[in-house]
């Protein structure tokens, strides 16, 4: 397996506690808000974000999330087949750039998203929770919602049109499920909320680049076992993101990765049989002692932790890791 972490465009702490962790690949959201360039559409600015990572010590496996505004291709609305064309114009960058795997969404209006950012955790820890009893009740505006019909569509009519050209730059797309797998989010519908869902979204296309982030805890969340969700679709698992939660799909609350439900050691050694051998991250962690502050889920020293986690079941596994 590749273990990655999730580290932005520009050289931080995070950076450098990653490195000394032994951590080699990277992956980052290179969305201009995030890193002051352009969209990875113009290849000077992918180049540069690449370059960088490789003077830091990584290779720059993977891109994730929305990497401009995707409202109009996820709503379809005009102007979405001039966004899908920037689209195309970033996966051929990143195949000429040697940047293989891109993990995207199709959550339309709200990403990913939790009710309650502060939730105490193991020894005064923070970590975040969702509950459907606690969500804003008033719907988003008439213009940002989306029927579950409807994103189908607009899903099918995006999907088809990029995964011909991923294929031809030699870049795999995981699609990560709905975190929360809840339809409707304040009047706007969701798709990918069941391993049915990913699996109708999957059967769009056999092409080799159609593949799968498979996000764990959101299986989890959707009721789904997760186990047999992996051996469901061992050959579309692009990327895993190694996470737990405890709850439900309407009330669940993020966890520490040695103390929640799941047998995370039997997960990543069953990823191993089914002959994963692609990039592995971990994924929405606490926020530890002096980094409260922090965006929730993302905090460094709960991901150093976890990390440290996750290396020691593959060794004592003897699973080989890069």
Same mark, same amino acid.
């Given at each position: 397996?590749?273990?990655?972490?999730? #580290?932005?465009?520009?050289?931080?702490?995070?950076? @450098?506690?990653?490195? @000394?962790?032994? &951590?080699?690949?990277?992956? $980052?959201? $290179?969305?201009?808000?995030?890193?002051?360039?352009?969209?990875?559409?113009?290849? @000077?600015?992918?180049?540069? &974000?690449?370059?960088?990572?490789?003077?830091?010590?990584? =290779?720059?496996?993977?891109?994730?999330?929305?990497?401009?505004?995707?409202?109009?291709?996820?709503?379809?609305?005009?102007?979405?087949?001039?966004?899908?064309?920037?689209?195309?114009?970033?996966?051929?960058?990143?195949?000429?750039?040697?940047?293989?795997? #891109? $993990?995207?969404?199709?959550?339309?209006?709200?990403?990913?998203?939790?009710?309650?950012?502060?939730?105490?955790?193991?020894?005064?820890?923070?970590?975040?929770?969702?509950?459907?009893?606690?969500?804003? !009740?008033?719907?988003?505006?008439?213009?940002?919602?989306?029927?579950?019909?409807?994103?189908?569509?607009?899903?099918?009519?995006?999907? =088809?049109?990029?995964?011909?050209?991923?294929?031809?730059?030699?870049?795999?797309?995981?699609?990560?499920?709905?975190?929360?797998?809840?339809?409707?989010?304040?009047?706007?519908?969701?798709?990918?909320?069941?391993?049915?869902?990913?699996?109708?979204?999957?059967?769009?296309?056999?092409?080799?680049?159609?593949?799968? =982030?498979? $996000? @764990?805890?959101?299986?989890?969340?959707?009721?789904?076992?997760?186990?047999?969700?992996?051996?469901?679709?061992?050959?579309?698992?692009?990327?895993?993101?190694?996470?737990?939660?405890?709850?439900?799909?309407?009330?669940?609350?993020?966890?520490?990765?040695?103390?929640?439900?799941?047998?995370?050691?039997?997960?990543?050694? #069953?990823?191993?049989?089914?002959?994963?051998?692609? !990039?592995?991250?971990?994924?929405?962690?606490?926020?530890?002692?002096?980094?409260?502050?922090?965006?929730?889920?993302?905090?460094? #020293?709960?991901?150093?932790?976890?990390?440290?986690?996750?290396?020691?079941?593959?060794?004592?596994?003897? &699973?080989?890791?890069?």
């Amino acid at each position: 397996m590749i273990l990655a972490d999730f #580290l932005p465009a520009t050289p931080d702490r995070s950076w @450098q506690l990653a490195r @000394q962790i032994g &951590i080699n690949h990277a992956i $980052c959201k $290179c969305a201009p808000e995030l890193t002051g360039l352009p969209a990875p559409d113009d290849l @000077q600015a992918l180049r540069t &974000i690449r370059d960088r990572f490789a003077d830091g010590g990584f =290779t720059l496996i993977g891109l994730e999330g929305d990497e401009f505004d995707m409202q109009r291709i996820k709503l379809g609305l005009p102007g979405r087949d001039e966004d899908i064309g920037r689209y195309q114009t970033m996966l051929r960058n990143m195949g000429e750039l040697g940047i293989g795997l #891109l $993990c995207y969404n199709f959550m339309a209006t709200i990403g990913w998203y939790r009710t309650d950012p502060r939730v105490p955790a193991r020894g005064g820890a923070v970590t975040n929770r969702f509950r459907v009893a606690a969500l804003d !009740p008033t719907p988003v505006a008439p213009e940002l919602r989306v029927t579950e019909g409807r994103l189908w569509e607009n899903y099918e009519y995006f999907i =088809t049109r990029v995964l011909p050209v991923a294929e031809e730059a030699g870049v795999r797309m995981g699609l990560h499920p709905d975190d929360p797998p809840v339809s409707p989010l304040r009047g706007v519908g969701r798709i990918l909320t069941s391993a049915d869902a990913l699996a109708r979204a999957l059967s769009l296309s056999d092409s080799p680049a159609h593949g799968l =982030t498979f $996000c @764990q805890a959101t299986i989890r969340a959707m009721g789904e076992d997760a186990a047999a969700a992996a051996r469901r679709f061992a050959d579309r698992i692009a990327f895993v993101h190694f996470r737990d939660i405890t709850g439900t799909r309407e009330d669940f609350t993020e966890t520490f990765h040695d103390n929640g439900p799941t047998d995370m050691p039997a997960m990543l050694k #069953l990823y191993h049989e089914l002959g994963f051998r692609g !990039p592995i991250r971990v994924d929405h962690v606490p926020s530890l002692a002096g980094e409260e502050d922090l965006p929730h889920g993302y905090a460094v #020293l709960g991901r150093l932790f976890a990390t440290g986690y996750m290396k020691g079941i593959l060794d004592a596994h003897r &699973i080989p890791h890069v």
